[in-house]
């Protein structure tokens, strides 16, 4: 196994008496696509946001590359009186990018973004916004990139064309980590998901461990179609199960 | 900071709009509050009514003063509408057409003339309490004025009779004699007739008369200061204790332009943190380590770009005012370290408002909230309201930064007191109060 270029051991976070997180550990290595799910209030932009440096955790540590971590939040944290270019230049130098016009080239046309480069940012559709805000998270060509709801605001089509980007760039051997609330998603897209429940870690693994382990447990319980029908219940009635047979 | 800076900028230039509020707005509003500040109330309107007879005149002395002159001084200070009677005047001051009306009796003139009874003028007033109290402390100020006038011609009246009565001389009212002997000169007279006569009862006799005769020409000499003492028993010597008296025009400049200067200052800054909320660019730029920007440094950059944007529009303004109204060139330094470091602190007050709100329409209903009465609590003058409460209004403006400001900008342009120097330490106290208030609103980056 070769050396995770993130490493999240024992991470809890308390808000006065309310904990947030509690004792979550993972790991996520190079060309790893890993998605966070978990209910509302589960924790996952809380984890995000110790992951990014926002916030500091109250206990445990993040390991990995230092500052080598790119971060794209849910809402596009863009200029909107700016320009496509403009944007991303100022990051590009706000990052200590070698070269600032080079790297905005480049990801202008990772992003197929080159021919609204002088639009206005608030001129963008809420797809075109997103692309920008991903760029925006890459350019200072992170090994890690972390990703918070990327596709809660973005219509089907938008949303097929944003994961194709990002499996490009974890075939590019980059490691990208994201929270969703939308399970399929998770369940088409990672290759590792971690349920977060009341700020624990309930599971990790592959979605497929995870449908065998939520539907070994809806067998348990009775719960299961006859007929063989076990195969046709989705990941996301999985989902469901899982969280209900532990209290959530 | 420099790409933060510039990225700010290229901001601003692509608002015009905002802009040029920003700019219009404040500076409007400050002129507004300087032309009500320098500019005295205007005149109010006030029916009179005369029932004295045409050409009544007052007889003081030997000399007969017309009526109308004391009317001059009495309508000096009010508009004046004319009514035939008592009936007209008080339905015009119903109607609202005047504020009060003044009944002048038709004896005025001959109970002013008789020395022994008060002549006596009616004064009838209507409107709200704040008209009523403007036109009855303009009446009340022109009566005494008039009073002032007449006990004045009473007194001189008085004084040429006690010349008479000292020096002699031709006295032509009251059927006196002609060439009348002076108190002065009957004691001189005396003695030398009491010097001719032999001693003996009648000479004793004389010598008494000549005794009272020296005792009362110096007591009258003397009545006459007696009679200026009592025509105006208190004069006024006005001083002003700290530096030189700043006129009602050169303030109104320095509160026009503080206004300006704080809105500007503050609706940029706070705007401007508020802005990288809004835009959710704040824990982007934040987040670390290492952080694009640190908080100091972006919290910095806001106040600066606020402070530096607020000082430009001020400094013209105050460039711009000089050509009407006199200002003394020769300190320009001052002004300048009076503006810069107020705005400063403004700007630091600024970013503390933007570190709070989460959007920029909050921030500056905000900044506006907070500015306003700030403001009008700094203009309250010391003795305007009850001791206790202006207490407490000094309290709160010296936790804000527009007193100092105002302090500081009167001291350079007016050398009013404090000294410019105390009000810049104020400023810079508060500056890194803000500052740190910022700082810590800042914590929160969603």
């Not at chain 1, 075939?171 to 929270?179: A, D, I, K, N, Y």
Request: proline fraction near 4%; include cysteine; aromatic fraction near 6%.
């Amino acid at each position: 196994m070769p050396e995770p270029v993130l490493s999240v051991q024992g991470v809890t976070k308390r808000y006065g008496v309310r904990d947030a997180l509690r004792g979550v550990s993972f790991e996520a290595h190079a060309g790893e696509l890993v998605a966070v799910i978990g209910p509302n209030g589960a924790g996952k932009t809380t984890l995000l946001s110790i992951l990014a440096g926002i916030q500091a955790p109250s206990a445990g540590t993040v390991g990995g590359v230092p500052g080598n971590v790119g971060w794209v939040p849910q809402y596009p944290a863009l200029y909107s009186k700016l320009s496509v270019a403009e944007n991303l230049e100022l990051f590009a130098r706000l990052e200590r990018v070698a070269d600032p016009a080079d790297t905005v080239r480049q990801m202008l046309a990772q992003t197929g973004l080159e021919e609204r480069a002088d639009e206005q940012v608030g001129r963008l559709s809420g797809g075109n916004r997103q692309r920008v805000n991903i760029a925006i998270g890459l350019l200072a060509d992170p090994r890690v990139l972390l990703l918070d709801e990327p596709g809660s605001s973005l219509d089907p089509r938008q949303r097929e064309r944003l994961w194709r980007f990002i499996r490009a760039l974890v075939e590019r051997g980059r490691s990208v980590v994201f929270s969703t609330h939308d399970v399929g998603e998770a369940e088409r897209y990672a290759q590792r998901v971690i349920v977060l429940a009341d700020g624990e870690v309930l599971f990790s693994g592959s979605p497929a461990e995870f449908e065998r382990e939520a539907g070994g447990e809806r067998e348990a319980g009775g719960e299961h179609e006859a007929g063989g029908q076990h195969e046709t219940r989705d990941f996301e009635s999985a989902f469901v199960e899982f969280l209900r047979a532990r209290g959530h | 900071m420099r790409w933060l800076l510039r990225k700010d900028l290229l901001i601003l230039r692509r608002s015009r709009l905002l802009v040029v509020l920003l700019i219009i707005y404040p500076v409007a509003i400050a002129l507004l509050i300087g032309v009500a500040i320098s500019r005295s109330p205007g005149k109010p309107k006030v029916a009179v009514v005369d029932l004295s007879p045409p050409g009544a005149t007052v007889q003081l002395g030997n000399s007969k003063v017309p009526v109308a002159r004391y009317y001059d001084q009495l309508f000096n200070e009010i508009t004046v509408v004319r009514s035939s009677s008592r009936a007209q005047a008080v339905s015009r001051v119903s109607s609202g057409q005047a504020l009060a009306a003044i009944v002048i009796p038709p004896d005025i003139a001959r109970k002013l003339s008789s020395g022994l009874t008060q002549a006596q003028v009616q004064v009838i007033y209507n409107g709200d309490a704040l008209q009523q109290s403007l036109v009855r402390s303009t009446i009340d100020s022109a009566l005494a004025q008039a009073n002032l006038s007449l006990s004045g011609e009473i007194r001189q009246v008085a004084a040429r009779g006690i010349d008479l009565l000292l020096k002699g001389g031709d006295f032509s009212a009251l059927g006196a004699p002609q060439n009348v002997l002076g108190l002065g000169q009957i004691s001189t007279v005396l003695h030398r007739v009491v010097d001719k006569q032999p001693p003996g009862a009648d000479r004793t006799s004389l010598e008494r008369v000549a005794g009272f005769a020296d005792f009362a020409a110096q007591n009258l000499g003397l009545s006459k200061k007696v009679l200026s003492t009592v025509s105006q028993p208190i004069q006024i010597d006005a001083s002003t204790v700290h530096g030189r008296r700043a006129t009602l025009n050169t303030y109104a400049v320095v509160v026009a332009v503080s206004i300006s200067l704080m809105f500007i200052c503050l609706l940029l800054a706070a705007g401007g943190v508020a802005l990288e909320r809004e835009e959710n660019a704040l824990a982007r730029l934040v987040r670390g380590p290492p952080a694009l920007v640190s908080r100091n440094g972006l919290l910095a950059e806001k106040a600066l770009l606020a402070a530096g944007c607020s000082f430009v529009v001020a400094f013209t303004m105050l460039a711009g005012i000089s050509a009407f109204v006199k200002l003394d060139w020769s300190r320009v330094g001052l002004w300048v370290a009076a503006l810069a470091v107020s705005a400063f602190a403004f700007g630091a007050l600024g970013v503390a408002i933007g570190a709070l709100a989460r959007e920029v329409r909050a921030a500056s209903l905000l900044a506006f909230l907070l500015s306003l009465p700030l403001a009008f609590l700094a203009l309250v003058p010391n003795g305007a309201v009850a001791a206790g409460l202006y207490d407490v209004i000094r309290a709160i403006s010296l936790l804000f930064p527009f007193k100092a400001a105002l302090q500081a900008l009167d001291g350079a342009v007016n050398q009013a007191s404090p000294s410019v120097g105390v009000s810049l330490l104020h400023l810079l106290a508060l500056s890194a109060l803000f500052g740190a208030l910022a700082r810590v609103g800042l914590r929160r980056l969603e």
